[in-house]
């Protein structure tokens, strides 16, 4: 049998995610691979940072020379770079600013930037009241037990500032293409995200497959097969 490569994979997470959402993922995921979960301000070991305002603050906040070192500790190994949800965007802003690249891109469950803003799947937080907002993340299929009175004080502004991140988004139309091999990935019981609306990622990357994975919109919280990942 042919010894797996090691595989090093840097996960964007989805709006009001930290690491600690995605410990399933991390704890099953297979023995030659390691997945490390990029943190955003607001939360965990960041909890005292402001939250970022757009996808390029969020960016800066990262640092490039954190991904570039992550991509130099890992020169040995196969490099995945995977984002989920808005974690999609904020990778993309990310890769658009390095010298460097992964092996590999993962795009899942998230419309391609360059979608118009008429049909971005989802309304504008900051026009929404409390119940409007919270209607609007069910569709996001987030779990419902956030919305009891005491939990929601604790994270709606996180939540809000999150969604502010693809509510507020300006694509930058002189974006280049980047001949990076490049998997989509689709769930089939996804509210909002069509497969449709991701097919524009094809403008950007080397897409060389679109994998349909069942579950909803947080499928990846307990993922068991990892063959997207190949």
């Known amino acids: 049998m042919l010894k ?9 997470p989805s709006a009001g995610s930290s690491p600690s959402t995605y410990f399933n993922m ?4 297979p023995k030659h691979v390691s997945i490390s979960v990029v943190n955003y301000p607001g939360r965990e070991k960041f909890k005292s940072k402001p939250f970022s305002k757009s996808c390029l603050d ?3 906040f990262i640092g490039l020379e954190n991904i570039e070192h992550f991509l130099h500790e890992n020169k040995n190994n196969k490099t995945i770079f995977m984002g989920h949800s808005v ?6 802003e990310l890769i658009n600013q390095l010298t460097l690249y992964p092996d590999k891109v993962i795009i899942s469950t998230f419309p391609s930037p360059c979608i118009s803003e008429n049909k971005r799947p989802w309304q504008k937080n900051k026009h929404l009241d409390d119940k409007a907002f ?8 987030i779990d419902s037990r956030v919305f009891k009175p005491f939990i929601w004080e604790k994270y709606k502004d996180l939540l809000r500032a999150d969604c502010t991140l693809f ?12 001949d990076i091999e490049t998997t989509l990935i689709y769930a ?12 524009g990622w094809k403008s950007f990357f080397k897409c060389t497959n679109f994998k349909i994975l069942n579950g909803n919109h ?13």
Not at 26 to 29: D, G, P, Q, S, T
């Open 4 to 12: 797996k490569v090691k595989t090093s994979v840097l996960f964007f």
């Open 26 to 29: 991390i704890k099953k995921a």
């Open 58 to 60: 969020l960016v800066n």
């Open 87 to 92: 974690g999609t965007w904020v990778m993309f």
């Open 134 to 141: 919270q209607d609007e993340l069910s569709g996001w299929e």
């Open 167 to 178: 509510d507020e988004y300006v694509f930058n139309v002189n974006t280049k293409y980047l």
């Open 188 to 199: 089939c019981d996804d509210i909002k995200i069509k497969k449709e609306m991701m097919e």
């Open 218 to 230: 947080r499928f990846l919280e307990n993922i068991d097969n990892f063959e997207f990942i190949y």
